[in-house]
T-cell receptor, first 116, second 114 residues
């Protein structure tokens, strides 16, 4: 079965530094998402992306965050100036159709971000 | 707002035991309900879903019934295997083209011992 690939699996950074988390969605998918899970808490929706623009974002996704599809295969999440509370597991997901129509999401295995 | 509450883990069972993982939800509208599973080292995978009241989702021996009257979507399996050891996430989404984001619970870590 096709997979969503995320790199790196672990990322350690200093507070205030910029990080870029990378994802390769499934090739024929059109909708892309980022979620995160802080240790011991719920998996939280960050943002959805379609047709080279953000479709929807949550309150968490403030000006420190940005997403980009720089080429035909990669989908990135950038955190401009990391804070301690950004430490979490970040999951990328993709789908053929819009999730709001009960479409199945395919998730990557996550990037564990640790901000020191 | 929407929210999902799952039973706390870890849940430890012996092989062939009966499994129930409780999930209740709060939603402003009429949501669709999902169970996702995450096996060690892998991403979340859709296990089953139900889109309207009294629907039963089923897959790989797992079942869950959409109970509107009790706002629940409990996951059950009659006889678990060691290979079912994973983290299970209950989730909901607004129906009818609403918000893109799934609302997840915290996840329940299931450990099956031989």
């Amino acid at each position: 079965e096709p997979e969503v690939t995320q790199t790196p699996s672990h990322q350690v950074t200093q507070m205030g530094q910029e990080v870029i988390l990378r994802c390769v969605p499934i090739s024929n998918h059109l909708y892309f998402y980022w979620y995160r899970q802080i240790l011991g808490q719920k998996v939280e929706f960050l943002v959805s992306f379609y047709n080279n623009e953000i479709s929807e974002k949550s309150e968490i996704f403030d000006d420190q965050f940005s997403v980009e599809r720089p080429d035909g295969s990669n989908f990135t999440l950038k955190i401009r100036s990391t804070k301690l509370e950004d430490s979490a597991m970040y999951f990328c997901a993709s789908s053929e159709k819009r999730q709001a129509l009960n479409e199945k999401l395919f998730f990557g295995s996550g990037t564990q971000l640790s901000v020191l | 707002g929407n929210s999902v509450t799952q039973m706390e883990g870890p849940v430890t069972l012996s092989e062939e035991a009966f499994l129930t993982i409780n999930c209740t939800y709060t939603a402003t509208g009429y949501p669709s309900l999902f169970w996702y599973v995450q096996y060690p080292g892998e991403g979340l995978q859709l296990l089953l879903k139900a889109t309207k009241a009294d629907d039963k989702g089923s897959n790989k021996g797992f079942e869950a019934t959409y109970r509107k009257e009790t706002t629940s979507f409990h996951l059950e399996k009659g006889s678990v295997q060691v290979s079912d050891s994973a983290v299970y996430f209950c989730a909901l989404s607004e129906r009818g083209g609403g918000a893109d984001g799934l609302t997840f619970g915290k996840g329940t870590h299931l450990i099956i011992q031989p």
